[in-house]
Nanobody
Framework: QLQLVESGGGSVQAGGSLRLSCVASGYTYRSYCIDWFRQAPGKGREGVAAIYTGDGKTYYADSVKGRFTISQDNAKNTVYLEMNSLKPEDTAMYYC?????????????????WGKGTLVTISS
């Protein structure tokens, strides 16, 4: 079993910053992808960033490149999503997900295990 819990969401004005956390517990003794997804009301789910825990290689959607940074703290079994220069269009529910079946390439933004999400609201 692998459990994921997100935190760090909130409300911030455009141009501000937030840092989301995804804490993994359970089946954490192997390398896998941790992905961040977001979904706004009435919109489809969008993969925004991912990291391979084995080597730290990162992946980003074009919409967030240069603004968001994904990182990991292996000792804490935690993946972070640092979000800077936030825009109203970043408003969404943000989810982290784990893909245990990858071959070290996380660019496909896939998830087998999901957290419940944390809400990010950006005002103009």
């Amino acid at each position: 079993q692998l459990q994921l819990v997100e935190s760090g969401g909130g409300s911030v004005q455009a141009g501000g910053s937030l840092r989301l956390s995804c804490v993994a517990s359970g089946y954490t003794y192997r390398s896998y992808c941790i992905d961040w997804f977001r979904q706004a009301p009435g919109k489809g789910r969008e993969g925004v960033a991912a990291i391979y825990t084995g080597d730290g290689k990162t992946y980003y959607a074009d919409s967030v490149k240069g603004r968001f940074t994904i990182s990991q703290d292996n000792a804490k079994n935690t993946v972070y999503l640092e979000m800077n220069s936030l825009k109203p269009e970043d408003t969404a529910m943000y989810y982290c997900a784990a893909d245990l079946g990858n071959g070290g390439n996380c660019q496909g933004f896939e998830g087998d295990y999901w957290g419940k999400g944390t809400l990010v609201t950006i005002s103009s």
